[in-house]
């Protein structure tokens, strides 16, 4: 069998979770040295992941009298300013919010609300007490599409990831009363 032509497919995040269409032009070539122009349409479904290989049986160039080479295309996944992946077969999304160092040290009980990947708003409530810088809250089913047989089985979950924000400076009598209240010998 005559070796694959494998071209990557570079998706974004957003794609892989709510799936695309794709049109690739291709042109074969010919043993005769004479070439044929056509289209590839891809139809990305959602929960795909990095590695995952869509071949088109035959639609490559001609090696041989007749035989043609596959044509595959490997998802690429392409880096996300705000979410990554992880957790088993990158099911669960991980995204980094901000909290301020006040909201941190009081344990503000109130809701906060995080736009998801899909550009949803969903509300979730911040821990009690404390909450340290690299914490994580899990939002149940807002995570990848889970695929098992070529259908969505589930979803991953939505890992946030606390990052503290800190204030750009402080002035001496803010530094006081800091001192006072978390200084402890």
Known sequence: KPKAWVYPLR???????????????????????????????IDVQPGWKKGTRITYPGAGSEVEPGGFQDLVFVVRQLPDDRFGREGV????????FGLNLVDALAGCHHLSRIKTIDGREVEIQLPKGMIRDGDR????????????????????????EWVLIYP??????????LRSVLWQE
């Open 11 to 41: 998706l974004t995040l957003g794609e892989l979770y709510t799936g695309c269409q794709k049109r690739f032009s291709v042109t074969r070539s010919l043993l005769n040295g004479r070439s044929l122009e056509g289209f590839i349409d």
């Open 89 to 96: 077969g990158g099911r669960d999304l991980v995204a980094r």
């Open 137 to 160: 809250a899990i939002l149940p089913g807002e995570g990848m599409p889970i695929r098992q047989g070529g259908k969505i089985i589930g979803k991953g979950d939505l890992i946030i």
């Open 168 to 177: 750009d400076n402080l002035n001496l009598e803010q530094i006081a009363a």
